[in-house]
């Protein structure tokens, strides 16, 4: 069917490129850019041999836009599938404007200076991308992603509208470590110390961060301590789904975790403020990160589920309604399938299907989307198929 260009090779992206390869019919072609090609050569020659997909690799400084412009003129990928890191999404949908290709992400832009989530500079490409004929998805991970195809699935069959979504994020993973993270620790711990917030009556409300703590018993994990947290998806399903008053974010974490977050906190390890070491600039959320495992190499100790979805509250028929969809995903059964674990994979999976979406022209509309503005149905179809099933419950314990 085509060709595309996945940008990245970490964690998300390794997930992604091995869908990719059991989907050769639709990704008849691939190629692997990223900063360092030697994890693309090492992935492209694990995984060749398995598949009928076309994989080349190629080094790319996806900071510039004139290297991306190259890259894709001489590859002619009908998608550009964004992996790396929020803070490339801008000059990869420039390259992807100069060139009239397609462009695919699972988080928003973030500038490297200032830890804030928004979709304004995005957003702001809209005209742009509706006259070069392309189509900028924004947001086709899990969350944001499938929480917003949930989104939108919910409002299409179970609902005339919803005034109330909480998403849920339950990570009931052990990997065996005092502390790690699950993805990119600079980009989850900026985004777990940063103040909370969530939206009520069209208004931001902001909160300390950690401030609000909620004790939800998930399917399939049990009893977890969750923190309500700021999230790019609030921002917006806020706008786009019909009646919402309220709308919230919760993620579990352990004690282990939180208490090493503080400590961290507290001695400005977290900081992203440039320092003076030794004669050099370092950024000390950096240092941290080449201190800490990588995420990539969790996958083979991290036993245990996640579960994560949304519990919507809202009216059918004039009648009040609540709805809760959710999928569970095994650590180690990713593992088995991908030699990743479950984060990687549950965002990995909903690359490719955004991705595929565009190659196959399911989802065609010129100009910026986020994920929920397009029809979910053929997005919750392949979430079946290609190994996050979900999960309905019409009768939810609701979160207070
Ligand atoms: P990783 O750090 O594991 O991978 C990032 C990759 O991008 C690395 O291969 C890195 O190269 C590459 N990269 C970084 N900078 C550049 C650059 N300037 N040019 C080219 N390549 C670059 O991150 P993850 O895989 O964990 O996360 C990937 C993305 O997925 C992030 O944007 C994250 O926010 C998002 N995400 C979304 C979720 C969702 O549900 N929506 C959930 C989890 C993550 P190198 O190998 O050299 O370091």
């Known amino acids: 069917m085509g060709k595309c260009m996945i940008i990245g090779c970490g964690g998300v992206a390794s997930v992604a490129i091995h869908k990719c390869c059991q989907n050769s019919e639709v990704f008849e072609g691939i190629m692997i850019a990223s900063r360092t090609k030697s994890k693309c050569d090492t992935l492209r020659d694990k995984l060749q041999p398995t598949t009928k997909t076309v ?168 009893e977890k301590d969750m923190y309500l947290l ?57 240092f941290l990160k080449a201190v800490l495992p990588d995420p990539a190499t969790l996958g083979s100790r991290t036993v245990g589920k996640t579960n994560i979805g949304c519990i919507f509250r809202g009216k059918k028929d004039s009648k009040d309604k609540t709805y809760y969809l959710y999928n569970i995903c095994d650590h180690q059964e990713c593992y088995r399938e991908v030699g990743s674990q479950a984060i990687s994979y549950t965002t990995g999976v909903p690359a490719m299907i955004g991705a595929m979406m565009i190659m196959t022209g399911q989802w065609n509309r010129a100009g910026v989307y986020n994920i929920e503005e397009f029809d979910p149905d053929p997005f919750m179809k392949a979430l079946n198929e290609w190994g996050l099933p979900w999960e309905e419950d019409f009768n939810p314990v609701l979160v207070d």
């Open 230 to 286: 700021h999230h790019e998806e609030l921002e917006s399903l806020a706008l786009n789904i019909k009646g919402i008053k309220r709308i919230r974010f919760f993620m579990t974490f352990g004690q282990s975790y939180l208490t090493h977050l503080k400590c961290l906190e507290n001695v400005g390890m977290t900081s992203i403020e440039p320092i003076m070491y030794e004669g050099r600039e370092i950024v000390p959320l950096q």
């Open 55 to 222: 994989i080349e690799t190629a080094q790319v400084n996806a900071d510039n836009v004139d290297e991306l412009i190259t890259l894709i003129n001489s590859y002619k990928p009908d998608v550009v599938l964004n992996l790396a890191l929020p803070y490339q999404d801008l000059t990869i949908m420039d390259a992807c404007l100069a060139t009239k290709t397609h462009y695919v992400d699972t988080a928003n832009y973030e500038p490297l200076d200032t830890a804030k989530f928004e979709y304004k500079w995005q957003w702001a490409y809209r005209e742009k991308f509706e006259q070069a004929g392309i189509t900028a998805l924004l947001g086709s991970g899990f969350d944001p992603g499938v929480t917003g195809v949930f989104s939108a699935y919910a409002l299409k069959h179970e609902f005339d509208e919803i005034n109330y979504i909480d998403i849920l994020d339950c990570n009931g993973g052990d990997h065996g470590y005092p502390f790690a993270t699950n993805f990119n620790p600079e980009i989850n711990i900026r985004e777990v110390s940063a103040k909370g917030s969530y939206i009520e009556n069209g208004e931001w409300v902001e909160t300390e961060p950690m401030e609000i703590k909620r004790v939800y018993n998930f399917k399939g994990v049990g």
